[in-house]
């Protein structure tokens, strides 16, 4: 079992490296009143979750890396149910979100792990303290 949580904890690891830092610095420019924040909350079949995993490390890095509007897309488990997928995705807003969906990457993505995922939510949130995101992306990069 603790291979099983150990492989994908640290692929996930250095999905993090990637997927929240590239646009650091850019990110004074964004308009935070326009910002889409989700939570996208997604449970995938044990028999896939490594290959999964290796997938979304793909397009989350090339996700954040070459689109300017991809703030983050930050993916995570949890730690007593590692197919129990969440990803924190900020875009700059609507455009570039409807941008994101036509990237071959996220093509790519969506179409090899149709037959993984059991089941797929995505949870619009609302920011509380936007001002906050920009000193925290900027922590990160120290």
């Not at 070459?66 to 930050?74: A, F, M, Q, R, T």
């Not at 455009?95 to 036509?102: K, R």
């Amino acid at each position: 079992m603790k291979k099983l949580i150990l492989g994908p904890l640290v692929l996930l690891i250095a999905i993090f490296g990637n997927s929240c830092i590239e646009n650091s610095r850019d990110i004074s420019k964004i308009n935070y009143d326009t910002m889409i924040i989700r939570i996208a909350e997604i449970e995938i079949d044990s028999l896939y979750l490594d290959e999964y995993i290796s997938i979304l490390k793909e397009e989350s890095e090339a996700s954040v890396r070459l689109e300017p509007g991809v703030i983050c897309i930050y993916p995570m488990f949890q730690k007593e149910n590692p197919t129990q997928i969440r990803l924190l995705e900020i875009y700059s807003g609507e455009d570039a979100y409807a941008s994101h969906l036509e990237t071959p990457h996220f093509k790519h993505y969506k179409t090899t792990t149709q037959k993984m995922v059991k089941s797929l939510k995505l949870v619009d949130m609302e920011s509380i303290d936007a001002e906050t995101m920009a000193k925290i992306f900027k922590k990160l990069d120290q």
